[in-house]
């Protein structure tokens, strides 16, 4: 079944300490996003991709890091940078960069302990 | 910057009470999405709508595109208990040099009271 994969599905950290979370899509898509969920908000943009090698800054890329080498993978990194990094972090793609709609992966949840 | 604002927040909504979520952006949109997103889940594509004046229906849900695609809403008639999540807006601004993001709105929180 073609989809997206994000892992781990909950992740707890030390302050201090870089994570690195997976985002895995056999959906052939090209562009790839990671979105970040606050309780009670909507999605804001971390980082997005458009092709294999290329990536955008969001609105909130302060304290991550990403990088996109295969077209299947957009691993996101949660630096010690990142001043308030508990949150729930989505990974989504699309096939039509413009106009296409969003498939989300099921989402990790990183607690900074 | 670029925002879409959606009201309300939340909405406590008896079983069988009909729903309502508008959405309005600071500026005009090529197309609007919605998602649904149940509680611990993760948000899912319900609709999109392209053109100006659009309206959509999809069983009890119907969706509308405004006449200057800067706003939108989205009606459930007879709301059930499995319309419980949260719904959110989103478009990608006309401005392409945006690199084709979509903005999000904040979402409206829905619970259905049996």
């Known amino acids: 079944d073609g989809g997206i994969t994000q892992s781990p599905k909950y992740l707890f950290r030390k302050e201090g300490q870089n994570v690195t979370l997976s985002c895995e899509q056999n959906?052939?898509?090209?562009?790839m996003y990671w979105y970040r969920q606050d309780p009670g908000q909507g999605l804001r943009l971390i980082y997005y991709?458009?092709?294999?090698?290329?990536?955008q800054k969001g609105d909130i890329a302060e304290g991550y890091s990403v990088s996109r080498e295969k077209k299947e993978s957009f691993p996101l990194t949660v630096t010690s940078a990142q001043k308030n990094p508990t949150a729930f972090y989505l990974c989504?793609?699309?096939?039509?960069?413009?106009?296409?709609?969003?498939?989300f992966g099921e989402g990790s949840r990183l607690t900074v302990l | 910057g670029q925002q879409v604002m959606q009201i309300p927040q939340y909405q406590h909504v008896q079983e069988g009470e009909d729903f309502t979520t508008y959405c309005n952006s600071s500026?005009?949109?090529?197309?609007i999405q919605w998602y649904k997103q149940r509680p611990g889940g993760h948000p899912v594509f319900l609709i999109q709508?392209?053109?100006?004046?659009e309206v959509k229906k999809q069983k009890r849900l119907t969706f509308q595109f405004g006449e200057a695609k800067k706003n939108s809403s989205l009606h459930i008639t007879a709301t059930q208990t499995t319309d419980v999540g949260t719904y959110f807006c989103?478009?990608?601004?006309?401005?392409?040099?945006?690199?084709?993001?979509?903005?999000f709105g904040q979402g409206t929180e829905l619970s259905v009271k049996p």
């Open positions: 959906l052939n898509h090209d562009a």
């Open positions: 500026t005009t949109l090529s197309n």
């Open positions: 991709s458009q092709i294999v090698n290329d990536f």
């Open positions: 989103a478009g990608p601004p006309m401005i392409y040099n945006q690199g084709g993001k979509l903005i």
């Open positions: 989504a793609s699309t096939h039509r960069v413009f106009t296409g709609e969003l498939f």
């Open positions: 709508l392209v053109k100006s004046g």
